[in-house]
Each structure stands twice: as C-alpha cells, then as structure tokens.
C-alpha cells in the first residue's frame, strides 16, 4: 500500500480515536457549558505521530465530529480551525523545530504546550467574540487543564504507541 494510503488510514484512525476521547469521556466545567475530556491527547499523538498535514486532518475532523454529534453546532467550524492548527503545529515542531531535541519525552511535553496554548488562547479569541471577554476568559483555565490532561495522557502513550511495529516508520 502507498504511503499516502496509509497515512490517511491512520489519519481516520486518528480522527475516530480524537472523537472517542472526546465524546465517551466528559468532564463538565463549572460555570461554563464546556467540558473537560482526553481528547487533546490524540489531537497532539496525531500530530506527532501522522506530522503537520496528516495530523491536522485528524485533529481538526475528529474533534469537529464531536462537536457535531454532541450539540455543540456553533462550535464545528472553531473546533475544527483550532485543533487542525494545534495538530499541525504540533506535527511541525516535533519534526522539524525539536529535530535535534534527543529526549522524546522533552519533545512530546513541549508539544502539548504548544497544543495547550493554541487551544486555550484560540477559544478564548473565539469566545470573546462570541460571548465576550468575561465569559470567554471563564473558560480559559478549564482549557488549560484540558491541555495539560492532554500532554499528561500523551506523554503516558507515546512511548507505548512507538513501540507498535511500523508505527514510526517513515513510510508508514
């Protein structure tokens, strides 16, 4: 099979694997109508795993996917921007900004920052707008939390995701 084949499996494998964690596990925020949820986690994988192109795919689609089949329509477009630029992001640092970074974990951790601040700041920009400034700003730090449950569940499955035969292989 070639090689972009493969990537798009993957990256509907992705995709699914975003919008199972997104959408199984919810963890309301008080004082908003958000939730927390383990999602971020395959938004950064995929981005790390599937790189730039492949990973915002997966990241946008995915968590978009659950936006829609969770009633949070108004959400689709924003959800889909933020995280594919997350993912993207991610993709371009782990492979190519951190490229002469030896330790993996240093490298998955500085990606689920770069994931946590895109999404955190790419909401509360969204939501400004949307609600204003006040309402927005009182879902920062719920976004922030659900960034850092991203990089702690991200950091926890990569080492065991990169052992899978092929996973990290070029052409895979």
């Given at each position: 099979?070639q ?12 995709a699914?694997l ?24 395959f ?9 730039p192109?492949w990973?915002?795919?997966?990241g ?13 329509v ?6 889909f921007?933020?995280?594919?630029l997350?993912?993207?992001?991610v ?28 999404v ?6 969204c ?8 309402a927005?700003l009182?879902?920062f ?25 092929y996973?990290?292989r070029?052409?895979?």
């Amino acid at each position: 099979m070639q090689s972009t084949q493969k990537k798009m499996i993957y990256a509907a494998l992705f995709a699914a694997l975003t919008f199972v964690a997104t959408s199984i596990i919810r963890i309301p925020t008080p004082g908003t109508s958000g939730y927390v949820h383990p999602g971020d986690a395959f938004v950064i994988l995929g981005g790390i795993l599937l790189g730039p192109f492949w990973g915002a795919l997966a990241g946008g689609i995915g968590s978009a996917l659950s936006d829609l089949l969770g009633g949070y329509v108004i959400y689709i477009p924003i959800t889909f921007v933020i995280k594919g630029l997350a993912a993207f992001l991610v993709g371009y640092a782990f492979h190519h900004a951190f490229r002469q970074v030896k330790k993996i974990t240093f490298k998955v951790i500085a990606c689920g920052i770069i994931s946590m601040l895109i999404v955190a700041l790419g909401y509360l920009l969204c939501e400004s707008f949307l609600y204003g400034f006040g309402a927005a700003l009182a879902s920062f730090l719920p976004n922030c939390l659900q960034g850092l449950t991203g990089i702690i569940i991200s950091s926890v499955l990569y080492p065991v995701i990169s052992r899978i035969p092929y996973v990290l292989r070029s052409d895979s």
